[in-house]
Structures are given as structure tokens and as C-alpha cells.
């Protein structure tokens, strides 16, 4: 048969159990606990030698169905789904790395992230290296027998810097480092993360996948391609087993002592938004190369930042990697703050929010909110201007974006 499309698996993956109601859609499992047909049977699925759920902290059927949706449209060993992008990041370090290990990365980092590395990890003796991801040199150098991930995230937020993944992914390997990408922006439909030699991929399905902003959650989805004997505190367990290392060790123990699940009423909402995933980001990032397009001819508009458009300097790598879909996250410049703070206020359509890949379109003003917490110099490193403003684009007609942009552009 031929290959199947994406949406196509989505739509028709089968339960791992027949539903005895005949059920098109997975029914949501609101419950916490699971019984068995004998003490026999509860034994064996404690030692992990019959495939059971036991505790909806641990695996839930309504879950493992959308774990295995994700992994119908990535082919992963594994993919395991928790309660927000955030927990899928924290998950694979806390698995991976140890008190004195390192982590290369690059300062223009999710807000969040960036305080995750810096803050909370650095406490517990985790290193974080921030190089140029742009310059693979640089990346290699920072590298050293200490450092257990290479971390980077495929289109930067606000920055929208779009690095060569492939050539930093043959750095790492040749080293033996782990590629972990953030692709909240470019989700499996947009980006293949194996072919261009990411090990895990983590992200928000907060963002696209959750069906315009529905429920809050995240996934790992590893591709099976690192070879763990190369990681020191994972290697013992590489032997027995193979590609799973990662998956397995946080079932059961990460992922399970530290409690960020995805609830079942969250997989639910998540499946569903899988199953328009591609309608909408067809949608969101056509009308962003429009809305581009037309900032760029603005008077008022001093620079427009989408790697979509044949102005951006990524525009060629980002085509390589994401073909024309390089998400639907775009940056403006304004004179000055006060011209971009009576821009937002003279907006009647574009909603001022921080989220991304709503089914609205969403305006943010990044310096005085989501960077606000960071002195100058940070900020000036992660370059957030305070002239810049963001626009998530929706999936609204795009010509209404542009009338409300256009009209809210006078006069300021
Ligand atoms: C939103 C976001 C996260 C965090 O995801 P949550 O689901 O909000 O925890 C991580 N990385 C990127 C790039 C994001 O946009």
C-alpha cells in the first residue's frame, strides 16, 4: 500500500485495544486506578513482564493512545506525552545528566527555558555552555567530555533564528552528545527531526498540536538514533536495552517520580487537535507570508524578521529544513516602545496575548513581558529590542488581520 499522509494516520490509528462499544473516537479514561483478573496477573504487571496500566500518574489508555498517534507520524521508539512542554524539557535533562555535566546551548532560548538552565539547574550542579548556533565552530568548541546534550531549539523565539541542524547534529555525534530539539514551532508535520540527526525531540503541544490553544501539555518523541554506551550515567543500561534507554528510564523512575503527567481529559482535546494539525498550519503559515509580505511594504515598519521571506537571512536553510511552512511566528520593528505600545493599543481584531499558534492571531510586546525579569545586558545577548513586537499569526482570513494591522498602523 501506498504511504500513508500524515493526517491520514492520525485519523485512522487504531486502539491497542478494541473498544467494545466500536468507539471512533478514543473514549477519555477518567480514572486513576486499574484492576486485574487475579494476584497472578497483578505480579506480572508490576514487574513489567505483561503490558498493563496500573496508575494514570504511571500510563492511561486515553494518553497511551495519543503517545502512540505521535509515534504513528514520527516512527520514534518512543514517545511518552506530560503535562506541558516545560515537564518534557526538565524530564530528558533530569534522565540524562548528573551534578557536573554540561549542556551547550544558545542564549536565544524560550524565556522559560533559558531561567530552567540558568536558575533551577544551575542549583543542582548542571552547567549551561551558550554558544552561536549559527557558527558550528563555536558549538565545537564549547563541547568537552563533560557535556551530555547539545540543546537547540529550530526556529528561536523571539530571535527566529534558524540554525543548520544538520551540520551542529554531525558535530554532537562525532563527539558522542545528544541532540535534543525544542520543535514547539515546527512540529512533525513541519519538520522530519531524523533526517536532519536530532536524538529527541521535546516540545510544547501547548502550541499547534492542542488544537488552537485548548489544553496545556508536552512530549518527548525519541527517535532512537543515540547510541547510550556514549552517555556515562545511561551507559550500563545500553546493553539490555538498545535504542529504548531513554523511554524506559523515564517511565519508571523519571517521568513517574516527578508526577508531570498528561491528564486524560488533556490527551483527549490533544488528539483531537492532532487530527486538524495540518490544516491549520497549512492555514497559519500562508497567511504569515502574506501578513509578512505586507509589513515589509508599511512605511511606518522598520524591519520585518520571517524565514519565510526571501529577505531573511535563514530563508534558504529554513526552506531545507521546513520547506515552506517555517511556522507562523513573525517579528516587527517600530520606531520606538511608545509607537509600538500605541500600535497594540490601537489593535481591535489582533488580541494582545502570549501564546503561539493559537487559532487567533495573537500580539506581545516580548521586552516589557515575557523578558521583563532579565537586565539590559541579558536581554541585548537574547536580542530582544524593546522596538520589537511578535505576531503569532492565526487562522483567520488574512485580509482582516492585515485591514486591523493596517488601520491600527495610522496615526501612531
Ligand atoms: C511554550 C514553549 C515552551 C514551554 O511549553 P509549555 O507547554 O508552556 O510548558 C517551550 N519551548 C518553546 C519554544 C515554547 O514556545
Known amino acids: 500500500m501506498k504511504k500513508l499522509s500524515f493526517t491520514t494516520k492520525i485519523l485512522h490509528r487504531g ?65 511518552i506525552a506530560l503535562s506541558s512542554g516545560m515537564a518534557a524539557i526538565s524530564n530528558v535533562i533530569l534522565a540524562v545528566c548528573q551534578a557536573g555535566d554540561n ?58 533564528e534558524v540554525a543548520d541542524i544538520k551540520a551542529l547534529a554531525d558535530v554532537a555525534k562525532a563527539k558522542g552528545v ?43 518523541i525519541d527517535n532512537g538514533s543515540y547510541d547510550w554506551s556514549k552517555n556515562s550515567k545511561l551507559a550500563p543500561d545500553a546493553k539490555k536495552l538498545g535504542p529504548f534507554v531513554l523511554i524506559s528510564k523515564l517511565r519508571q523512575e523519571v517521568y513517574r ?62 526552506e531545507k529544513q521546513f520547506g515552506n511552512k517555517p511556522s507562523s511566528i513573525l517579528t516587527f520593528d517600530l520606531a520606538s516602545k511608545e509607537e509600538c505600545f500605541a500600535f497594540l493599543n490601537k ?3 489582533v488580541r494582545r496575548a502570549t501564546n503561539l499558534n493559537d487559532n487567533r492571531t495573537l500580539i506581545l510586546h516580548p521586552e516589557s513581558t515575557i523578558f521583563c525579569e532579565y537586565d539590559e545586558a541579558t536581554k541585548k545577548d537574547m536580542g530582544v529590542r524593546d522596538t520589537m513586537l511578535r505576531l503569532a499569526v492565526g487562522i483567520e482570513d488574512e485580509g482582516d488581520v492585515i485591514d486591523d494591522i493596517r488601520s491600527a498602523l495610522v496615526g501612531i
Not at 193 to 208: I, R
Not at 306 to 317: D, F, M, Q, V
Request: net charge negative; aromatic share 10%; proline share 4%.
Open 178 to 220: 545528544l541532540v535534543v530539539a525544542d520543535t514547539t514551532l515546527t512540529p512533525p508535520y513541519i519538520f522530519d527531526s531524523k533526517a536532519f540527526g536530532v536524538d529527541v525531540e521535546v516540545l510544547s503541544s501547548t502550541k499547534y498540536i492542542s488544537g488552537g490553544a485548548t489544553t496545556v501539555g508536552g512530549l518527548v
Open 257 to 318: 517520580n516527578l508526577g508531570a503527567c498528561m491528564s486524560p481529559q488533556n490527551a483527549a482535546a490533544q488528539s483531537l487537535g492532532l487530527e486538524t494539525l495540518t490544516l491549520r498550519v497549512d492555514v497559519s503559515c500562508k497567511n504569515a507570508l502574506v501578513i509578512a509580505e505586507f509589513l515589509e511594504s508599511a512605511s511606518k515598519v522598520k524591519a520585518v524578521n520571517y524565514p519565510g521571506l526571501k529577505s531573511s537571512k535563514y530563508h534558504e536553510i529554513s
Open 347 to 349: 489593535l481591535e481584531l
Open 15 to 79: 486502539f491497542l485495544k478494541k473498544d467494545p462499544h466500536g468507539s471512533l473516537h478514543m473514549p477519555t479514561y477518567n480514572n486513576v486506578a486499574f484492576e486485574y483478573e487475579s494476584a497472578e496477573d497483578i505480579e506480572l504487571a508490576f514487574q513489567g513482564k505483561k503490558p498493563a496500566h496500573m496508575y494514570s500518574r504511571i500510563s492511561n489508555p486515553t494518553v497511551e493512545h495519543f503517545e502512540q498517534k505521535i509515534r504513528a507520524v514520527t516512527d520514534a521508539v518512543g514517545v
Open 103 to 160: 549542556i551547550v546551548t544558545s542564549k536565544h532560548l524560550f524565556g522559560n527555558t533559558y531561567s530552567l538552565f540558568e536558575r533551577t539547574f544551575k542549583d543542582w550542579g548542571l552547567e549551561t555552555r551558550y554558544a552561536d548556533m549559527t557558527d558550528v565552530g563555536n558549538v565545537s568548541s564549547l563541547i568537552n567530555d563533560k557535556t551530555r546534550i547539545l540543546f537547540l531549539e529550530t526556529i528561536t523565539n523571539p530571535q527566529l
